[in-house]
């Protein structure tokens, strides 16, 4: 079995992460492990999950998932990572992209130093960093995780699974691997590279410091949905202001497409309302970027005949 950074040996092998091809993902705590804390185990597994969420939402933004946790194998410990299309557009989608692929060039390709070469090939798409070598199924799959790579919330929780387990020096390396079964992952980051994973990389900061979310609680009041095109904008009015914003509530969506909520003319409903903003820094001041706004929750449909109707 191909494995990255052999026990042992300092040198780092050739990786083909088109082993990750199901809906599951194995993550490893190895070391002279007798315990866990469980602190430690908890926290870094719900950082890993977030990864994942946060990673399907670049690729598969038209696709809810539920990640659960599946097992834990003997040995080191192992939590065997399970994500699930939820709603109705899930039951109906074509097969997603795989995520777990991009996850683990994520992750590996983080704790290397030096710039990367790409060669790109009729069946494969390979990453070089000096002698190591990192290998994607296809030119898409790695469009996709440039995507995924440059987002904040990605970064962010890489560095939060690491920080979780930095703590805890019986840890002495972090894994990866597609199958439970696999006596050593896959992936095997040792814990000398924990540090580089813990850090967010530079450019990151930078666009951070100039960029970032906000979230308003807001009465939108509905003019143009769209019900069976989730890749197309609303069309609202926000405080008197005509707005175009993304809807990512499933369970408000299924509603609407199950005709269990129906819209006529001045309907609206209270949401949570996310925006980019970013810093004009002559003026010192935050500009809205009013092309970014995405429903993130519906809290009440409230309908202009009557108020409060209360979703569940």
Known sequence: MVRWRPRGEERLATIDVRRFDGQTIVVHFGGHLTSVDAYTFGNSLIAFADTVRCVNAQINPDQRIEVRLEAVGPGSFKAVIKYVKKGIIGLFASVPQNIFWIIATIYIENSLDGPS??????????????????????????????????????????????????????????????????????????????????????????????????????????????????????????????????????????????????????????????????????????????????????????PIARQGEKLL
């Open 117 to 302: 070469v790409i060669e790109i090939a009729d069946d494969a798409v390979v990453i070089i960093r000096g002698e190591e070598k990192i290998i994607l199924p296809s030119m898409e799959a790695f469009e996709q995780y440039e995507k995924a790579k440059s987002c904040v919330d990605v970064q962010k929780n890489i560095a939060k699974t690491f920080r979780c387990i930095e703590y805890d020096e019986a840890i002495e390396n972090f894994g990866i691997s597609p199958d439970i079964a696999d006596e050593e992952p896959l992936v095997q980051i040792p814990r000398s590279d924990f540090d580089a994973l813990v850090k967010l990389p530079d450019t990151l900061n930078d666009d951070q410091e100039k960029r970032r979310p906000r979230m308003h609680q807001a009465v939108l009041v509905i003019l143009k949905p769209w019900i069976n095109a989730s890749d197309r904008k609303w069309t609202f009015e926000w405080n008197g202001v005509p707005i175009t914003a993304y809807v990512r509530d499933e369970v408000f969506l299924d509603r609407v497409r199950s005709h269990e909520i129906g819209f006529r003319n001045g309907d609206a409903i209270k949401v949570d309302l996310e925006v980019n903003e970013e810093l004009d820094e002559d003026r010192d001041l935050w500009i809205s970027d009013t092309s970014s706004y995405v429903v993130r929750e519906v809290h009440t449909f409230i």
